[in-house]
């Protein structure tokens, strides 16, 4: 069985009538409890079984298995997803990856490469793939897709576009083709030719925005940011980390983020230095997205607990009139990149709920929840 992350879209709710919540993907399991028909659902992964396809919900506090067809709009939610904005490309990575995971063969050899892409190691699953997987089926569009995912991440780029336009040779796939564009205009406006490294870190960079005598000194940031952060949320070890740093037009031009958007994850972390900028003014972006990093290391997908605890460990506090305005709401507010105002304020209820998670579990409540992300409470801000 192969999951499906797509909790960072808004979520269905229960049919009319209700629903049973089931321990596990099994209609024989234990019945947690008796959802209500309307209640909203957080969907986590999905699963696709004998018994027909079911999702892991949250909902009313309560973590569980619910079956597709007691969930309304799923339809919808699938739409949207395949329509997620082009530049939100970490959700349209994690989407993608989720759907090869339904749909690839049940080959046992490609457990390996998806937990290898899973926990920080795009390399080592993209070598997987290659060997292991096309060598025997050279012509499965959804193994050329994955291999393209884990070349992109593994800061191949120009390989991953050979193998998304191979995949979509094979097979139309909007979603993939958006992920061929967005790698197209990348390759294009990528002028970050120079190069440093230490064990944890590859550090890429344009020599207009980071002078080759300052790259010395952003490793040394971000080792210290990384042991910091360690220390504080746990970081597990995987091949080092590609840090990409571009002058501001060329970031805009290869990730397409929008104007908000200070730095960027999506298997590496890519950020922008105006020209005559210091290193070091680039520390809180480069904490937040090692945050992002870290998460995505332990299998950790909840929007609002990467946002939250990104803020918290990057020194970052949304202003106290926004806090006011998130506190008066009962719920996560909808994800909205067409409206910023709606943006800051799930990141002020997202900081709420990180704030409110640490006072009543403590930092070290909190170190071990996130060594268990099956365990995560539904977000809550009181």
């Not at 960072?8 to 234990?30: F, K, M, N, T």
């Not at 550090?203 to 952003?218: G, I, N, Q, W």
Request: charged letters at 25%; proline letters at 7%.
């Amino acid at each position: 069985m192969f999951g499906l992350w797509l909790a960072l879209i808004s979520p269905p709710a229960i049919v009319e009538g209700g629903a049973p919540l089931y321990a596990r993907c099994d209609r024989e399991s234990p019945v947690i409890a008796r959802l209500a028909g309307g209640t909203p659902v957080t969907l986590g992964h999905s699963l696709s079984g004998e018994q027909g396809r079911c999702f892991h919900v949250t909902a009313e506090g309560r973590q569980g298995y619910v079956f597709a067809g007691a969930l309304t709009t799923i339809e919808d939610y699938e739409r949207r997803r395949l329509a997620a904005s082009d530049s939100d490309l970490p959700q349209i990575l994690r989407a993608e990856i989720g759907r090869l995971r339904e749909e690839s063969p049940r080959h046992p050899l490609l457990a390996p490469a998806l937990e290898a892409l899973d926990s920080g190691r795009p390399a080592l699953a993209l070598r997987r793939i290659e060997e292991d997987l096309l060598a025997r089926f050279p012509e499965d569009p959804n193994l050329l897709a994955l291999a393209g995912l884990a070349a992109y991440q593994a800061d191949d780029v120009r390989k991953a576009s050979r193998y998304w336009e191979r995949s979509l040779s094979l097979r139309p796939n909007p979603q993939l083709d958006s992920l061929l564009k967005r790698a197209r205009a990348e390759l294009e406006a990528d002028a970050a030719a120079e190069r440093s490294a230490t064990q944890r870190f590859v550090v890429r960079y344009e020599d207009k925005a980071l002078p080759s005598r300052a790259a010395a000194s952003l490793l040394s940031m971000l080792d210290e940011e990384l042991a910091r952060i360690d220390a504080a949320i746990g970081c597990p070890s995987a091949e080092p980390l590609t840090v990409i740093v571009q002058a501001r037009e060329s970031w805009r031009a290869a990730t397409g983020a929008a104007e908000w958007n200070a730095g960027l994850f999506d298997g590496r972390i890519r950020v922008p230095l105006d020209e005559g900028a210091p290193p070091a003014s680039l520390r809180p972006t480069l904490a937040h997205e090692l945050v992002h990093a870290c998460l995505a290391r332990r299998g950790i997908r909840e929007r609002w607990l990467h946002e939250g605890l990104a803020m918290r460990w990057s020194g970052e506090r949304p202003p106290q009139q926004l806090l006011q305005e998130a506190q008066k709401l009962d719920r996560l507010p909808e994800w909205d990149e067409s409206r910023p105002g709606r943006i800051r304020l799930y990141y002020a209820w997202a900081w709420l709920a990180v704030d409110h998670l640490y006072q009543t579990r403590g930092e070290a409540g909190v170190r071990e929840l996130l060594r268990n992300p099956a365990a995560l409470p539904a977000p809550a801000i009181r």
